[in-house]
Structures are given as structure tokens and as C-alpha cells.
């Protein structure tokens, strides 16, 4: 740091109004900091503001996200089934602002074009979609790991004379409530089998008079077990809540699972059924999270696994070859996000649901009638673009971000992000991302991990705040060592055998490619106690001035 410092017109912005972003505006405001968040949408919710297609629902079970820490807050909510739907948890993310009195420090419809370091003043310089220029000290981004949509460039996407909508953007009414579409004698093209279209597809099935599902890859998909929760139920739960808390911290993603303890090579292959059939009959993540220890580990335990779902999908899929085209054959069980799904095999026995394969005949052009494959043309009134996000680096990507010297933060991480504890990058000082790239919240149930974040957050910035300290920035050293062991951990999974949203593939000049994890895997705990450490030792690997 050199220069003059000039007092900002913010000690900290916070791009976002999700889940994250939200608590970490109410805690820097409650700790006296002038803080200015900024959020693209007309309201707080996040990804339960963008996502409002027909079926979006939360994987893991309701009273395990979030705001656990706001004790006192939100216990009281009354959850209504065990894995809410979107309405219900954009009402919950309404009620959490509402009780954090957060929205008066949000600026809506409003987004965050380019973030310039100053190195002479110390401040971020912020450029809004508005024209306005804002100074900060700390830049703080909680723009979520699956906010950038991802839009095919299949030629001739503008002249499709149908409606059309990525999931992510659902189309709003005047009134910006999502508008119900309905495909009653409409044909229906979804393209993507992501955990987004598979929650779409059985829900479209229903009324479309043709649906067509555009596979490219299929997913191993497992049954959520949604159910209702009763009053006396919830009752309990809320009884409960530091119990769950601790358990679900105590779980490497902060969903309320711990694996066993035993290898799938150990056991007898009765023995596996058994536990199999239990695991997949029970609600949740239990198939995937508290299976044996090797499964992520080791190729043949992964395969007693992926044999036994294979075998469901046949059980429910009543045409064998279509059956056959939804089994996986590219990637190991859990290697990528495992879909959580009500009734979507079942869907593919009924008459109006056809498996359109793009993987071996590709989608070629769009046309103002529908779709084009190398196989024929379809014919569509509506087409859901369910393909996923350019996740954890994209929305970041996406803003004109300069550290040191000009620094571009893209280009700093062309070959993959290099940070320190997930939380901030060398070159980019006072800039934190929440919720980011190796950062051990991404890849977490992140209502947990999103909201513990913050708090470590808030005390760093508080600590420097104490002692007269305004300039932080990760070292060398500390964000090699971070960078390289993110790396390595994940080298030692199965991961490394998928490519996964959480898995950036760039293209080299000379035609050559670089795969890199997006996230952290070494799980919550570990990561909490890494940051822990940290905080204990005056945030040594982090340079502070
Ligand atoms: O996105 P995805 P998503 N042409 O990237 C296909 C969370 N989430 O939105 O696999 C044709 O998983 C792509 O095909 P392929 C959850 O973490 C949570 O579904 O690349 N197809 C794939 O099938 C999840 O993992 C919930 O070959 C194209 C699909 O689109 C994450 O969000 C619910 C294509 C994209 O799948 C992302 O899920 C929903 C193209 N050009 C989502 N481009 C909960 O339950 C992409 N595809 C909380």
C-alpha cells in the first residue's frame, strides 16, 4: 500500500441479496460499518428471486439452511414440507430481510459493472449500471456460485418464434411475479438434465401435450422423498435447533449426513444391497452423503453404487432403451451434483415424454418453428433452456474487476482461480469473496456455510478496524499453499473423473486444455478450523497494514 488514503463513501459494499450476501450486510451494519449492498433483482432472495420455474425446490432438508447464527431471528419460521419449494423460501429469504431490517441498505435494480483498486487511496472504486461512481473499503462479493446463467450459441436462437427462457430468468409479469406458463396442449422442448430440468421435467410432463427432453448427458438422479411437515413436527425441530446446528457443522457440506465408517470393498455384497435399498428409500442426500467412506475414493466401490441405481433406473423406466439412455456411462456416482428427483423416471413411461439424444445427434440450429437435430426437426410452442450456470467464477467474470496495478482479476485467474482460503486473491486487496471460488462454502449446503462465512468475515474487518488497519491482502506464499492443496485434494477424488459444473475446462492457444476445481472439497470442518487457525494467529497469510 502507498499513497494518501481518502476516507470512502463506504467502509464496505456487498454485491448481492441473496441468502449470503444479506447476513453479511446486516452483520457489518450491526458491528457500526457504513455498508452499501448492491443486488441486480428487485428484491432480496438470490437464487430464490432468479429461480422460479415450476418445480424448483431445496435438496437439502428445510430446517438445515440457513440462519441458524441469527438465533433468536428465524427459529420461529414454520417450514411446510421437509424440502421447500422456491415460494416458500423466498418468503422465508422476504421474512430473514425483514427481521434484519437489511433492505434499507440495498440499492435494487441495480448492478455492479467494474470494481477498480485504487492503489494510491486504498479504496475500490465501483461502477454501477446507473452511472454512479461509489468508493469502498471493502468490496465484499456474495454474487453466488450458480447466478450466471449459461445460454447456448446454437445459430438461429433469435428467430425461434415461441416463448423461450433460460430456467433461471422465468418470465415475470408487470407486477415482476413469476408468470405461470401453461404448457396445456403446448410442445415442450427442456434442454439440459441438470438438477434443474430434472426437477422441471415431471411437472412439464403433466401438461404438455408433447414434452421433449434434449439429453445430452444423463445424470445419476435419486428420489428427494419430499414430504409435509406436520406443526407438532416442526415443534420438535425448533425444540431441536442447536442440536441440528452442531450436527450439520459437524458434516463436511452442512448437510445432516456423515459418511460410514466402513469401505464398500468391506462389505458383502448382500449386506451392500441392503444398506443400497435402505439409503435410496430414505429422504435426502443419504444415498449420496452417508454412503460407505470409499465412494468418491475408489473406482469399484463407486461401481456397487452405480450398478445399484442403474438398476432402479431400469425398475422404473419401462422402455429398456430409453432406460439405457438415461443411465449414466461418462462419470462416477456423485462425481458430479447428484439430482434430486420426484417422479422423474417415471415420467419417461409416459406417451407425451420423448427422450430426444443430442449427444449423439446434435442439436444443429434453432429455426422460428423449433429445434433442429442432426436427426430431424421438432417442432415446438415453448423451449426451457434448463443448461446451468458459468458457475462460481462467472459472476465474477462478468464484472470489470481490477486489483494492483491495473491487475484484471479474470485474467489473473485464466488457468484457474488462485486464492487464499477461498476468501481473497493476492493482488486484489480488501476484496473478499464470500461463497467463491476454493472457498469451503460453495460446495455446502450454503445457508450454513454462507452464514458462518460472514461472521468470519465481519470479525477479520472488525480486527482490522480495532487497530487502525485498513489494507489486507493474502501473501504469496499462503495463497500458493491454499491454491496448490485445493488442487491436490481434489486430484485424490473421483471429481477429477467428471466434468461437473464445479470444474472450469480452458481452451489454450495451442489447442491444449486446463481442467481445475472451481471449489474446495476438503469439507466444512476442516475448512472452518484452516480459517480458525488464521483468525488465532492475527490472520497470519494475509499481509495487514
Ligand atoms: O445445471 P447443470 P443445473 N446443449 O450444469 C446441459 C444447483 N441446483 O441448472 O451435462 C445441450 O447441472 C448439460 O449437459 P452436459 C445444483 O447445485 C440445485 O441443472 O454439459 N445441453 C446439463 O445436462 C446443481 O448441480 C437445486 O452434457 C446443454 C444441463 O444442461 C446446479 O444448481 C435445483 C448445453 C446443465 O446442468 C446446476 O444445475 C437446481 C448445450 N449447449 C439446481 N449446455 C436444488 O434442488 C448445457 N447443457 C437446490
Known amino acids: 500500500m502507498s499513497g ?26 450491526r458491528e457500526g460499518l457504513r455498508v452499501l449492498g448492491i443486488e441486480a433483482g428487485e428484491d432480496v432472495g438470490g437464487t430464490w428471486y432468479w429461480n422460479r420455474y415450476p418445480g424448483c ?3 437439502t432438508e428445510s430446517y438445515t439452511y440457513g440462519y441458524f447464527a441469527l438465533s433468536g431471528i428465524i427459529p420461529e419460521w414454520d417450514w411446510s414440507e421437509t424440502f421447500a419449494g422456491q415460494p416458500e423460501m423466498l418468503r422465508y429469504a422476504n421474512y430473514a430481510a425483514d427481521k434484519m431490517d437489511v433492505r434499507r441498505h440495498y440499492k435494487f435494480r441495480t448492478k455492479v459493472e467494474s470494481a477498480h483498486y485504487d492503489d ?39 428467430e425461434f418464434k415461441g416463448e423461450a427462457f433460460h430456467t433461471s430468468r422465468w418470465p415475470t409479469d408487470d407486477e415482476g411475479n413469476p408468470q405461470t406458463i401453461d404448457f396445456t396442449g403446448k410442445r415442450v422442448g427442456v434442454i439440459g438434465t441438470g438438477a434443474t430440468g430434472v426437477q422441471i421435467i415431471p411437472i412439464a410432463a403433466h401438461t404438455a401435450q408433447d414434452l421433449y427432453v434434449f439429453q445430452r448427458t444423463p445424470n445419476w438422479c435419486t428420489p428427494l422423498g419430499n414430504m409435509p411437515l406436520e406443526k407438532d413436527e416442526m415443534d420438535l425441530i425448533r425444540k431441536r435447533y442447536p442440536t441440528i446446528l452442531e450436527y450439520v457443522k459437524s458434516t463436511p457440506t452442512a448437510f445432516p449426513y456423515h459418511r460410514d465408517t466402513r469401505k464398500g470393498t ?15 428409500n430414505q429422504p435426502g442426500y443419504g444415498i449420496w452423503l452417508s454412503g460407505f467412506r470409499d465412494l468418491l475414493l475408489s473406482k469399484e466401490s463407486n461401481k456397487f453404487l452405480a450398478d445399484f441405481i442403474a438398476k432402479k433406473i431400469r425398475q422404473r423406466v419401462t422402455d429398456p432403451a430409453v432406460a439405457e439412455k438415461l443411465i449414466p456411462t ?31 445427434a446434435p442439436i444443429q440450429h434453432l429455426t422460428p418453428k423449433g429445434i433442429v437435430t442432426a436427426d430431424g426437426a421438432y417442432d415446438l410452442d415453448v423451449i426451457i433452456f434448463a443448461t446451468g450456470f458459468d458457475a462460481v467464477t462467472g459472476s465474477l467474470d462478468r464484472i470489470d474487476i481490477t486489483g494492483k496495478n491495473g491487475q484484471r482479476l479474470k485474467d489473473a485467474w485464466a488457468d484457474g482461480p488462485s486464492t ?22 460453495a460446495f455446502c ?5 454462507g452464514g458462518l462465512q460472514g461472521e468470519w468475515v465481519t470479525r477479520m474487518i472488525t480486527y482490522m478496524r480495532d487497530r487502525g488497519l485498513t489494507f489486507s491482502e493474502a501473501s504469496e506464499a499462503a495463497e500458493a499453499q491454499w491454491t496448490e492443496a485445493v488442487y491436490a485434494d481434489f486430484a485424490r477424488t ?31 470442518p476442516e475448512y472452518r478450523k484452516r480459517c480458525e487457525e488464521v483468525a488465532y494467529s492475527d490472520y497470519a497469510g494475509f499481509e495487514l497494514a
Open 4 to 29: 494518501v488514503e481518502t476516507k470512502p463513501d463506504y467502509d464496505a459494499i456487498v454485491i448481492g441479496a441473496g441468502v449470503t450476501g444479506m447476513n453479511q450486510t446486516y452483520l457489518l451494519d
Open 494 to 524: 473421483l471429481m477429477a473423473d467428471a466434468n461437473a459444473w464445479w470444474v472450469k475446462t480452458t481452451t489454450k492457444p495451442d489447442g491444449s486444455t486446463v481442467k481445475r476445481t472451481l471449489v474446495y472439497v476438503g469439507g466444512g
Open 330 to 360: 461418462d462419470h462416477p456416482f456423485g462425481a458430479k451434483r447428484v439430482p434430486m428427483e420426484t417422479n422423474y423416471y417415471e415420467a419417461y413411461n409416459q406417451a407425451n415424454v420423448h427422450l430426444v439424444d443430442i449427444k449423439g
Open 120 to 158: 494510491l487511496a486504498n479504496v475500490w472504486k465501483v461502477g454501477l449500471d446507473s452511472g454512479e461512481k461509489l468508493t469502498c473499503r471493502f468490496l465484499i462479493s456474495a454474487t453466488g456460485p450458480l447466478s450466471a446463467s449459461r445460454m447456448p450459441d446454437y445459430a438461429g436462437i433469435e
Open 266 to 280: 468391506e462389505v458383502s455384497e448382500a449386506e451392500r444391497e441392503v444398506f443400497f435399498e435402505q439409503l435410496y
Open 57 to 59: 425446490r431445496l435438496d
Open 420 to 441: 487464499f482460503l477461498g476468501l481473497q486473491a493476492r493482488g486484489f486487496p480488501n476484496f473478499f469473496t464470500l461463497v467463491g471460488p476454493h472457498n469451503g462454502s
Open 445 to 449: 449446503n450454503v445457508g450454513v456455510c
